[in-house]
């Protein structure tokens, strides 16, 4: 097929199911029988849910076990830029062809049967994985984890449950217990569970289903420790005390991810060099990701530009810790985000280390919140606030007043994907 084959693909696939999200799987299991069960072909799984450091802390694990020369698929969604990207296949993106066929045949195997986007195109990325020898795969939920496409693994290796804030309230629950009761759906008995940082609530919820399934939990806190101490991350667990540098992804939320990642590969019983890899060669984009060259970024040469996909209050008040560690400098946030968020809640913490607000709409996106209703929840957020049409428009309008401001563009993935496409 040609270069665009799976882009084709993909937009039939979009067609299958008249709900972008609709919670359940049988869909999921009635495709994947026809497939030939391949999640049950898979190489040794590690299953990471939680709202969020998700993917940061799957990129630290997959960068640990890469370094002493394991072989590892990993899967992870939404695309940024392209699709391709939510499958690694023994440490390498998918190829356009391999993700072509794998598509067209997970399209023809379910025939005019209803099933959602994301229920297929993980059914996909199974296929793919099942198909490529390694050594493990890292599966990262798509949302919840009780009845996401990715719950289909009988036993894993291990699973890990990152930090649970509110978050996709109409799908998941109104509380945080709620919430901590879907996630807790991937524990698995008699499975290991590394668990990161948790409010009480939720908390209580995960001991109670793990517990229930005879599972033993690895948690932050109790089983391992993590902190950074003059400009360093010191890690302990029963195994000993690992010094190492802090982690080359920003922010001081990724010491609490390192340290769910380090917890991982101890457990896998990796060595130094992997643990110190883990926190030095991470990758992983639009997570406090500055942007030095580019088309956005040649425009304003001097201003220090950065881009962030986090959406959600506790992602806020991740980003105003980390802009408070940050030297002094007038910062400026464009932000664009999705009608189903808390701009509240996202915006408060950010307010009062930020000098404006510069709203956009996200382009080609049916549920992204008007830029005027965003400059109107900054306003009320203390921000001073501007609209404009997008987001070179912004930065242009900015930079113009002060050339070498500081500029965050965050609020959503969707526009995290769009800003790297346009950069380049």
Known sequence: MSATGSDVILERMMALHPKIIDLTLDRVWRLLD????????????????????????????????????????????????????????????????????????????????????????????????????????????????????????????????????????????????????????????????????QPDEAMDVIEEVAVRNDAPLLAHGQNWHVSGEHGRMIYQDETGL?????????????????????????????GDDAAEAAVTRAEWLARMQRLDSGTLADSAPEAELWLDGGHNAAAGEALGRHLASLPARPTHLICGMLNTKDIAGYLRPLAAQSTSLTAVSIPGEANTLPAEVTAAAATAAGLTAHVAPDVATALARIVAEAPQARVLICGSLYLAGHVLRENG
């Not at 939510?86 to 440490?91: C, F, T």
């Open 34 to 197: 026809a497939l030939g069960n391949p999640q049950d072909a898979l190489p040794p799984v590690i299953h990471i849910a939680g709202t969020n450091g998700k993917g940061s802390t799957q990129a630290m694990i997959r960068a640990g076990l890469e370094a002493v020369g394991l072989r590892v698929h990993a899967y992870t969604s939404p695309h940024l830029a392209r699709f391709h990207e939510r499958i690694r296949l023994a440490g390498d993106l998918i190829s356009e062809d391999a993700l072509t066929a794998v598509l067209d045949e997970c399209y023809a195997a379910n025939g005019a049967d209803s099933i959602t986007y994301f229920e297929i195109t993980t059914c996909a990325a199974l296929l793919a994985m099942s198909r490529s020898p390694a050594d493990y795969t890292l599966l990262e939920v798509g949302l919840g984890g009780r009845l996401d496409a990715t719950n289909v693994i009988a036993r894993p290796a291990l699973t890990i449950i990152t930090p649970i804030s509110i978050d996709h309230e109409q799908y998941l629950g109104d509380t945080l217990a709620k919430i901590a009761f879907e996630k807790a759906g991937i524990i698995k008995r008699g499975v290991p569970c590394v668990v990161g940082p």
């Open 242 to 270: 690992l010094d190492l540098p802090l982690p080359n992804l920003p922010g001081a939320h990724q010491i609490e991810n390192a340290g769910a990642a380090l917890a991982t590969l101890r457990h896998l019983s990796m």
